[in-house]
């Protein structure tokens, strides 16, 4: 079975926004965090019209090829205007964690209305491949309920001072491993096994 897993781009100071995301600005003010995917020159085998540097890519493509589903919140999921109607990963399904209906969604995609049904509905969807967490808050979720594995920052070198922040309040200490550092061109890698 595959491992859950939540890998962001986030700020120096731990936002995944900048100020005012909204629909079809779901970064806000902080379109800097994606700027690493697009200023190299490594085209990424996974996600077509990305360019990466090449201490990027080997880490970036590792990763997303890993993924076979991926669990996302209702505020990444309505600022990024339904992703189309398909996924944020190109080959996997999408599982939009919400307590409101969603009338609106495709073939691609799956309603679960809390954070265990969401992730065994990923877990099935992914077919032995990883499941991946979009959204802070589905992290928050995810991490309170004991199920997730692996926590990656993709660390850009910037202060923000306001958005939405990847970590959210948690009922208890999570304990980390770092596993591995990669440092790359305008972000620094950094992937976290979770304790149990």
Do not use: C
């Not at 939405?164 to 096994?193: D, M, S, W």
């Amino acid at each position: 079975m595959g491992k859950v897993i939540s890998a962001h781009s986030v700020s120096a100071d731990g936002y995944i926004t900048g100020r005012n995301p909204r629909a079809g600005h779901g970064l806000g003010d902080g379109g800097m965090l994606f700027d690493w995917y697009f200023d190299g020159d490594t085209p990424s085998q996974v996600f077509d019209g990305f360019k990466l540097s090449s201490a990027s890519a080997p880490v970036f493509d590792s990763l997303a090829a890993r993924v076979g589903a991926v669990v996302t919140g209702r505020n990444t999921y309505e600022d990024s205007e339904h992703f189309g109607g398909g996924s944020p990963h190109p080959k996997a399904k999408m599982v939009l964690l919400s307590h409101r209906p969603a009338p609106e969604l495709t073939s691609r995609q799956t309603l679960a209305t809390n954070v265990e049904d969401a992730i065994k509905t990923a877990l099935e969807l992914a077919e032995g491949k990883d499941v991946g967490l979009m959204g802070g808050g589905v992290l928050a979720s995810a991490l309170e309920a004991g199920l997730v594995d692996e926590v990656i920052l993709h660390q850009v070198p910037i202060l923000l001072g306001q958005g939405r922040p990847f970590f959210q309040a948690l009922p208890k200490h999570i304990n980390l491993n770092l596993v591995e550092v990669v440092p790359a061109p305008g972000v620094t890698h950094v992937r976290y096994e979770v304790q149990r």
